[in-house]
């Protein structure tokens, strides 16, 4: 991962893990389920944004840089890797 995407992405996750914290709080203080649940989905969109940054950096870098070596097998494997790893995603 890159400097600058490993920045960005542990700021992004030191906030995800302060909301985490929240929702932790609002549980033990007996909020409100419906209050719950939107805080909850706000951690899972913040988390997505984390996953496309990680992924958009390993397309980036990782598998532009198999194609780059000119290397079919390490190019098939990159590709299977990135398909399975979209498919994990996806589910």
């Not at 706000?42 to 980036?60: C, G, Y």
């Amino acid at each position: 991962m890159h400097d600058a995407t490993k920045r960005t992405v542990t700021a992004r996750l030191r906030r995800i893990e302060g909301q985490v914290r929240g929702v932790l709080r609002m549980v033990e203080d007996d909020r409100y389920c419906v209050d719950l649940l939107t805080q909850i989905d706000a951690v899972r969109a913040a988390l997505h944004k984390v996953e496309e940054q990680i992924l958009r950096d390993h397309v980036s870098h990782c598998v532009a840089g198999a194609f780059a070596s000119g290397d079919p097998v390490e190019q098939r494997h990159k590709v299977e890797e990135l398909v399975e790893t979209i498919g994990r995603m996806t589910r």
